[in-house]
Structure formats: structure tokens, C-alpha cells
């Protein structure tokens, strides 16, 4: 029902742009966010768009990534500017429709030299 892609190699300093589309059983992009999990960490949380309000970033990517969302496509954005080594990780996008989780297949973003 999430549909996650975008990922790839990029050097430090470099640009990606992840994208996520949803079925059309999820009916809204509102609360729809991304995750991610580098190798031997926990899963951690990284932005989320809401319908009325700003969106929301964990601190380490503040500043460098936006996430959007188009509705005719049912699909959120996560670009993502400024990549360092740390960003390395498997990105994940997610939401909660009608009291269901669902979860993204991942996407695998590496930032290297």
C-alpha cells in the first residue's frame, strides 16, 4: 500500500529525492512520514507532513530536508540536500489509515566518497 523509491549512491554534499506513493486505500497524505535505519541502529524517525500545519523534522536533518506532498498523486517527497556519511540508511515511509499502520518496502540511501 506504500510504495517507496528514489534511493541510491551520492556523494557527500549531494542531492536525492525519495519518493512514496500510496495506494488508494490510504486516503489521505495527512500524518504521513519517513524513517530510517542505518546498520546496527534502531529505526528513528525523520519528518512528517500534516494537513494545516508545518511540517515536522528530527534535528539532524533540519535545514537540509523538505518533505511535500501531492495529492493528485497520492504521493509524499522527501528531498533531501546537503547528504553526509550519517544519512547513510534504509528509508522507510509510513502512516496510520483508519487505525492500520502500513509501512513502505524501504528505500536504500548510501552518502559516500
Known amino acids: 500500500q506504500l510504495q517507496a523509491s528514489g534511493g541510491g549512491l551520492v556523494q557527500p554534499g549531494g542531492s536525492l529525492r525519495l519518493s512514496c506513493a500510496a495506494s488508494?486505500?490510504?486516503?489521505?497524505?495527512?500524518?504521513m512520514g519517513w524513517y530510517r535505519q542505518a546498520p546496527g541502529k534502531q529505526r528513528e524517525w525523520v519528518a512528517l507532513?500534516?494537513?494545516?500545519?508545518?511540517?515536522n523534522y528530527a534535528d539532524s536533518v533540519k535545514g537540509r530536508f523538505t518533505i511535500s506532498g501531492d495529492n493528485a498523486k497520492n504521493t509524499v517527497y522527501l528531498q533531501m540536500n546537503s547528504l553526509k556519511p550519517e544519512d547513510t540508511a534504509i528509508y522507510y515511509c509510513?502512516?496510520?489509515?483508519?487505525?492500520?499502520?502500513?509501512w513502505g518496502q524501504g528505500t536504500q540511501v548510501t552518502v559516500s566518497s
Open positions: 509510513h502512516t496510520i489509515w483508519r487505525s492500520v499502520t502500513y
Open positions: 488508494r486505500i490510504i486516503g489521505s497524505l495527512s500524518n
Open positions: 507532513i500534516t494537513s494545516g500545519s508545518t511540517p
